[in-house]
């Protein structure tokens, strides 16, 4: 966003590069490493975790994409850790530890339905 002076609209442009790489069809499990290569070809300035519903599941249609912020694991709340490199963004889940998503009706976080989601990293820089 670039001002033009108190009287004028501001103006848009773009501020980086910004590229993603989907999964097949797949939800993380309590354990797993997620790796998916970012195509940017340099160490991204941030890593984004997408879901992409394919199958109806926890009150979303096929098509509507979900941020997680958290992992849980059954008591308490973690915030993501993410990781990456010139080639691949990276999430290791611990052996107790799984990624939620919130149910967009009853606000309840939930597990994802196994293969009902492909999920996505998004590098930016």
């Known amino acids: 966003?670039?001002?033009?002076?108190?009287?004028?609209?501001?103006?848009?442009?773009?501020?980086?590069?910004?590229?993603?790489?989907?999964?097949?069809?797949?939800?993380p499990a309590a354990g797993e490493t997620l790796i998916r290569a970012h195509g940017l070809g340099f160490v991204p300035t941030?890593?984004?975790?997408?879901?992409?519903?394919?199958?109806?599941?926890?009150?979303?249609?096929?098509?509507?994409?979900?941020?997680?912020?958290?992992?849980?694991?059954?008591?308490s709340t973690f915030l993501l850790g993410m990781y990456s490199d010139a080639t691949n963004c990276y999430i290791k889940c611990s052996p107790s530890v799984y990624v939620f998503i919130v149910n967009k009706t009853t606000g309840n976080a939930v597990t994802p339905t196994a293969n009902a989601w492909k999920y996505y990293f998004a590098g930016l820089q």
């Not at 103006?11 to 590229?19: A, H, I, L, Y």
């Open 1 to 27: 966003l670039t001002s033009n002076g108190p009287s004028a609209a501001p103006s848009w442009t773009s501020s980086g590069t910004f590229k993603t790489s989907a999964s097949a069809p797949h939800t």
């Open 46 to 75: 941030s890593c984004q975790l997408v879901f992409e519903c394919v199958v109806a599941d926890a009150g979303y249609a096929v098509g509507e994409r979900v941020y997680p912020t958290g992992v849980w694991n059954g008591t």
